[in-house]
């Protein structure tokens, strides 16, 4: 059944006021390295909660020191960290938003020169802060360092550090945990056979494949109990020949509606380098097949900036909730003026700001 922008979603025990929500972004902003929330992040996810958005999920935060992308990711291993995301989500609820968070290891990817803030470029040495990166197989993403393949008991250690971060988030007040199953991180590393070669109980099939990803669905659930909202995260295609496609995604996601998934955020590529056809809406018919073929609720990312083309994907059943990221950083009040242009009197906008929408005030 088509939904509208503006129309409210119910997952599990939680209530969304609209389907304009924000999608994990990397802001590469703890300058101390420690993976405790600055003021920057209280600013920038509360300004995009004051601007109208249903939800935002704070970016990529790493369950491990070892698996954050950059030195100056967000942590969610230890409470200091927890305690610091505690006011920012109270603000982003005051605001009227819900606060989510994706928890990520970056495997192979990880340890790398952040965006801004230096000119290096690719892996981190370790004599400059860096780390060993680790991996399903020991096959490095181009242009970074050879990881180390992880041990079975290093597997185990990952998904408890998945459920404890899981536990800090529900602690700190967060409704919507995000699994990061994409871009060519660790969970994607292991769904993708252009990254895993393993032969233990890990490797071959794809339902070996993606038994790592539902341990940790499984871990995470545990710690969240039934009232809160899972996430997934998936590259629905590699782009790439002998790379995850479209009919495999169809086949985790299966796996994962049985696993307690409540919605999956449908993105692709990232695992290893190719031609993506980028334009507006590009990613849209992945998450639009998914959601027609499995009956489990989609997310759509990819290039949406205008509020009529955000509306339209509702409207046509291609997805259930619009992920509108870069044009959020262009403009946080994008859910107000999706609402306003879209012609809705009801605007998700903060007692404080009301008079800067009033009819016939001129000041």
């Not at 505690?86 to 928890?103: E, K, T």
């Not at 993403?141 to 998904?159: H, N, Q, Y």
């Not at 969240?224 to 020949?241: F, I, K, N």
């Not at 509306?311 to 870069?326: C, K």
């Amino acid at each position: 059944m088509s939904k509208q922008l503006f129309e409210p979603l119910t997952l599990r025990g939680v209530e969304i006021r609209n389907r304009v929500w924000v999608p994990p972004m990397c802001q590469y902003a703890v300058e101390n390295r420690d993976g405790v929330a600055t003021p920057w992040h209280a600013a920038h996810l509360g300004g995009l909660a004051r601007g109208g958005a249903g939800a935002v999920i704070i970016e990529a935060t790493g369950v491990v020191p070892e698996g954050r992308i950059s030195p100056t990711d967000l942590g969610l291993w230890n409470d200091e960290q927890r305690d610091a995301l505690v006011p920012i989500v109270q603000f982003m609820r005051s605001m009227g938003a819900v606060a989510g968070i994706q928890l990520a290891h970056a495997g192979r990817k990880a340890s790398v020169f952040p965006e801004w803030g230096t000119a290096g470029q690719g892996s981190i040495p370790v004599e400059e802060g860096g780390w060993e990166a680790v991996a399903p197989s020991a096959i490095p993403f181009t242009g970074l360092a050879e990881p180390r393949a992880l041990t079975p008991s290093e597997m185990d250690d990952i998904v408890r550090a998945f459920a404890a971060a899981a536990r800090r988030a529900v602690d700190a007040g967060i409704e919507l945990i995000e699994i990061h199953a994409a871009h060519g991180y660790l969970l994607h590393e292991f769904l993708s056979p252009l990254s895993s070669h393993r032969e233990d109980e890990y490797g071959g099939s794809l339902e070996n494949r993606a038994r790592f990803l539902l341990r940790i669905v499984d871990a995470v659930r545990a710690e969240m109990g039934d009232g809160l909202a899972l996430l997934v995260r998936l590259s629905a295609t590699d782009w790439t020949e002998g790379g995850i496609t479209l009919e495999d995604t169809i086949q985790v996601v299966d796996l994962l509606r049985e696993h307690s998934v409540d919605l999956i955020d449908v993105s692709t590529g990232g695992n290893v380098l190719a031609q993506i056809p980028v334009g507006p809406g590009y990613q849209v018919r992945f998450a639009s097949e998914i959601r027609r073929r499995t009956g489990v609720p989609t997310a759509a990312v990819g290039m949406i900036t205008d509020p009529h083309q955000a509306e339209q994907i509702l409207l046509s059943g291609q997805a259930d909730v619009a992920l509108i990221g870069r044009e959020m950083l262009r403009d946080p009040n994008f859910a107000i003026r999706a609402a306003l242009r879209l012609g809705h009197t009801d605007l998700p906008v903060p007692a404080p700001y009301l008079r800067a929408y009033a009819r016939g005030r001129a000041n």
